[in-house]
C-alpha cells in the first residue's frame, strides 16, 4: 500500500504548453570545463534565438529549433552567450543567442525567427522541445540582465554551463531565479468570475492572476488577488496545475478558488472588465461558439485548462 494510493494523482500539469521538458540538467555535477565538454561531442545540439524568438529551421517540411555546432557558427552564435541547459538521452543541449537581425533575413531562407508563444499555440515543434526552449529562454533572459553583482556592484562570471554567476569581487553566488504566479478561477457554484486586461485579444476572457509575494502562502495569495482585482472574498483554494511561463521567468501556479461573497468591484487600473459568468457561457466560450464571440485564452495557457477543468466537471 502506498502513500500516494489513496490520493487522486494525476498530473493535469502535462497538459499545459511548455511543460514535457526531457532535459537532464546535471546540475550537481558542473565542473568549469564542462561547456568546452559538451561542445567536444559531436551529438551536441543548440537552440539559437534572436532576442526573445526561437529560431527555427525547415527541415524539408518539418520545422527543427535544434542547431548543429556549424549551422550555429554560421548563424553568427554569440559564444559569450552560450549556455549548457543538460542532456537529452545522453547528447549535450544547449542554447545562444544568434547575431542575425531579422530585417537581414532573406524571404526563401530556410531558418526563420518565430514568436515564443506562436511556437505554442501553433505546436510547431515537439512538447519536450517547447519545455526545453521555455528553460533556455528564460536562462538566456537571466545571464543577459544579471551580468554584475547585485550585492557589491562588480561585473560577475558566468560558471558552471550557465547553472550560476559567481562575484570574483565578493565571491557571492547568483542563481537564476523562477518567479511564481498565482492563477485563479474563482467560483460560486455554476457562475465564475473572468476578467480582460486591456492589452488581451478583442473577446478575450481569462482567469485573474498575480505574482505571489513575499511571506505569502500560494493560497493566501489567491485570496489576496481576487479580493484585490474582483472585491469578492475568497474561502477554500484548491491547486489545479502549474505551467512554466518564460516570459521572462515565472511559474504559473493554478487554482480554484471558493467565492463567499458575490458583489464584484473590478479593479479599474488592471482589468478592463471583470465579471461572472455562467458555466454554460464558459462553455460556449471554450468551444468558440459564444454569440458575442467571446473567447478564452489557447488550448495552451494554463487558464484554459482551469478554466475546462471547472467547464467540465459534472
Ligand atoms: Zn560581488
Known amino acids: 500500500m502506498s502513500f500516494f494510493d489513496n490520493r487522486i494523482y494525476r498530473e493535469a500539469s502535462h497538459d499545459n504548453g511548455f511543460s514535457g521538458n526531457n532535459i537532464d540538467r546535471q546540475s550537481e555535477q558542473r565542473p568549469d570545463n564542462c561547456l568546452d565538454a559538451a561542445l567536444a561531442n559531436p551529438a551536441a545540439r543548440i537552440y539559437l534565438f534572436s532576442g526573445d524568438r526561437p529560431l527555427l529551421a525547415d527541415d524539408g517540411g518539418t520545422q527543427s529549433p535544434l542547431f548543429t555546432q556549424s549551422a550555429a557558427r554560421g548563424r553568427e552564435a554569440n559564444e559569450a552567450s552560450l549556455i549548457l541547459l543538460g542532456f537529452e538521452g545522453g547528447e549535450p543541449r544547449l542554447a545562444a543567442q544568434a547575431a542575425i537581425r531579422e530585417e537581414d533575413q532573406q524571404d526563401d531562407d530556410p531558418i526563420r525567427a518565430v514568436d515564443l508563444r506562436a511556437l505554442a499555440v501553433q505546436g510547431l515543434v515537439a512538447p519536450n522541445h517547447l519545455g526545453a526552449i521555455a528553460q533556455a529562454r528564460s536562462l538566456l533572459h537571466w545571464h543577459a540582465n544579471h551580468r554584475f553583482c547585485a550585492r557589491c556592484g562588480a561585473e560577475s562570471r558566468m560558471v558552471g554551463g550557465g547553472i550560476k554567476r559567481h562575484c570574483p569581487a565578493c565571491e557571492k553566488e547568483h542563481f537564476p531565479r523562477v518567479d511564481p504566479v498565482s492563477i485563479m478561477l474563482a467560483i460560486d457554484g455554476d457562475n465564475c468570475v473572468l476578467g480582460r486586461s486591456p492589452h488581451f485579444l478583442p473577446g478575450m ?38 505551467q512554466p511561463w518564460p516570459f521572462p521567468s515565472s511559474l504559473m501556479i493554478g487554482c480554484h478558488a471558493e467565492a463567499v461573497s458575490t458583489e464584484i468591484a473590478p479593479d479599474e487600473d488592471e482589468l478592463e472588465d471583470c465579471r461572472w459568468f455562467s458555466r454554460d457561457e464558459v462553455r460556449l466560450m471554450l468551444a468558440g461558439n459564444h454569440p458575442d ?6 488550448r495552451m495557457a494554463i487558464a484554459n485548462r482551469i478554466i475546462s477543468a471547472y467547464a467540465e466537471a459534472d
Do not use: K
Open 293 to 298: 464571440g467571446l473567447i478564452t485564452p489557447p
Open 205 to 242: 476572457y481569462s482567469c485573474l492572476a498575480g505574482f505571489i509575494e513575499q511571506g505569502e502562502t500560494i493560497e493566501d495569495a489567491v485570496r489576496r488577488e481576487v479580493q484585490e482585482e474582483a472585491g469578492i472574498m475568497i474561502g477554500r483554494v484548491a491547486y489545479h496545475s502549474s
